[in-house]
């Protein structure tokens, strides 16, 4: 299944989040097979390795599944209850190890094996490198919106932020990559 | 397309991995998750509260390692394997061994983290890292330990526990070993036997008549120091079966080597209960024979034997029942 929450209808999705709160084991496999790759990819940014990650993935369903009594629908937004589960289970990981602080921060970072074919990418090594200069919020802001996949209100509801403060940040984050890309291209 | 969005593309193509499915083995345990329903909840209360289901989450993810993760320092893997992995276990243990149930012990909030340590019970560690030293006595031991501080393990963790309670049987049952029997014999040294207590009384079930499958088989010679009033004469004793379970008992099926009773019973065959509950002497029978009988953990094996002659009626251990065992 290559589709995401995001690409299902809502009527569908609302459809799978009700079977899922009546304990559907199918309605929760469809959830975590939707929902896993952009969790995957966010954990994957935020953990030392890729185990780690797809454990926090697994944790992350794991309380879902114990909580979903309490997620209220509102027109959506399970996708973002599930990326803040995801990230408490991040911070909580990290605070426990701090081989669990972000990977990508520049010097000594992980080798990232989907990246390997990247790496020889001009482009891609510099937008690497101008993303590591980053504040980690707005590290974050980022991997929300393009590795996760969310929305603004659905990175709004994560982060506790109103949608337009997302916005404005994100703007205000690009143009921080923006000017960090091209001290990095002129660096070279 | 602007500045932004483009930026964002880039973005995103380099900072995405491919697309992934999860692997199946992640898809099953979630199944098992949810197949198993509310009653053994991990995480926080409902929003209408009900007591003792533990911390939010399951526990603080803990820096050392439970089932599965051993030797690693990730912490967030344990929920999982807790609520996952473990659960076949602990249905394992519920359906064959037939204990009562996992939770008749009662919850309390304040048992949530009476032994617990980053998200998994002390006494797991324990039997965990004895699974991984692969030291029989050591597994015996701390298995037993496990069994007496089962009431305290929090809910969230029992499943947990379970699974590593049949670690440790499965290790015990292939590696046989008359220390590690004798560990398992042996009724823990500080249990009191005559203190009263309020502890309510655990109904375990009768013995099974046949192999359990979880059954450490080995033989052994116990000898007690303890001096007693029955014949000082090492018993030849073949553990049959060591049937546990996580509300605080467990019982031992055990043959005396031409032993001939002198009351109705099965002959040579002994199902011994130690409850961990009450600390007390045996104030009743329990069981389809005089033979089987709840004693209290802090008996020694010579002490069963002078309460296997009462029972027999033989007034005088040393002349009655436990003279014939020994």
Redesign the interface.
């Known amino acids: ?2 589709s995401t929450p995001a690409e299902v209808s809502t009527a569908e999705l609302q459809d799978l989040v009700d079977r899922a709160r009546r ?3 199918d309605a ?2 469809t959830l ?2 939707l929902s ?2 952009g969790l ?2 966010y954990a ?2 935020r ?2 390795g890729l ?2 990650a ?6 992350t ?3 879902a ?3 979903i ?2 997620f209220e629908w509102k027109g959506g937004g399970f996708n973002a209850w599930l990326f803040g589960i995801l990230r ?3 911070l ?2 990290q605070r ?2 701090r ?2 602080s972000l990977v ?1 921060g520049g010097a000594g970072q992980v080798e ?1 094996d ?2 390997d074919g ?1 790496l020889h990418d001009e ?2 090594l510099a ?2 490198a101008a ?1 590591a200069t980053l504040t980690p919020d707005d590290q974050e802001l ?2 929300l ?3 996760g996949g969310l929305c603004a209100e659905e990175v709004g509801l994560v982060v506790g932020k109103r949608a337009g403060a997302v916005r404005m940040a ?2 205000r984050a ?1 143009a921080r ?2 000017s960090a890309l091209e001290t990095v291209s002129a660096d070279d | 397309m602007t500045d932004d969005e483009r930026l964002l593309a880039l973005l995103k193509d380099v900072l995405s991995p491919p697309p992934a499915q999860p692997p199946p083995g992640r898809v099953s345990a979630l199944r098992r998750v949810v197949e198993r329903g509310d009653d053994r909840r991990p995480g926080p209360p409902p929003v209408s509260g009900r007591p003792g289901s533990g911390r939010p989450g399951s526990g603080r993810p803990g820096s050392a390692g439970t089932g599965g993760n051993r030797g690693r320092s990730s912490g967030v893997r344990a929920g999982w394997v807790a609520a996952g992995v473990s659960v076949a276990a602990a249905a394992v243990v519920i359906a064959v061994l037939a204990v009562p149930t996992l939770v008749s012990s009662g919850r309390s909030a304040n048992r949530d983290t009476a032994s617990s340590h980053g998200g998994t019970s002390q006494a797991v560690q324990l039997l965990r890292v004895a699974l991984v030293s692969k030291d029989v006595v050591a597994v015996a031991r701390a298995d037993a330990n496990l069994l007496r501080e089962a009431k305290s393990i929090a809910p969230p963790q029992r499943d947990d526990a379970v699974a590593a309670h049949v670690e440790a049987i499965q290790f015990l049952r292939d590696h046989p070993s008359a220390d590690a029997a004798a560990e398992l014999a042996a009724p823990p040294p500080a249990a009191p036997t005559s203190e009263a207590s309020a502890a309510p009384t655990t109904v375990v079930p009768a013995p099974h008549p046949g192999p359990t499958g979880h059954t450490p088989p080995p033989t052994v010679t116990p000898s007690p120091p303890e001096p007693t009033t029955v014949a000082d004469v090492a018993p030849d004793v073949t553990i049959d079966a060591v049937v546990a379970s996580l509300d605080g008992t467990f019982q031992v099926d055990f043959t005396v080597a031409g032993f001939t009773p002198d009351a109705s019973g099965a002959p040579g065959t002994h199902s011994v209960r130690f409850s961990f509950d009450d600390g007390q002497a045996p104030t009743s029978w329990d069981g389809p024979s005089p033979w089987s009988f709840p004693v209290s953990a802090g008996l020694t094996y010579r002490q069963v034997c002078a309460h296997v002659a009462d029972a027999s009626g033989v007034e005088d251990p040393s002349t009655g029942g436990c003279h014939d065992i020994v």
């Open positions: 299944m290559g304990r559907d084991p929760w496999e975590y097979r896993y790759a995957l990819a994957r940014r953990l030392w185990t780690e797809d454990d926090a993935v697994s944790e369903f794991t309380r599944c114990y909580r009594a309490d408490n289970v991040i909580e990981a426990t190890d081989r669990g990508d990232d989907c990246l990247l482009e891609a937008v690497r993303f980022l991997e919106r393009v590795v994100q703007s690009l990559l923006r």
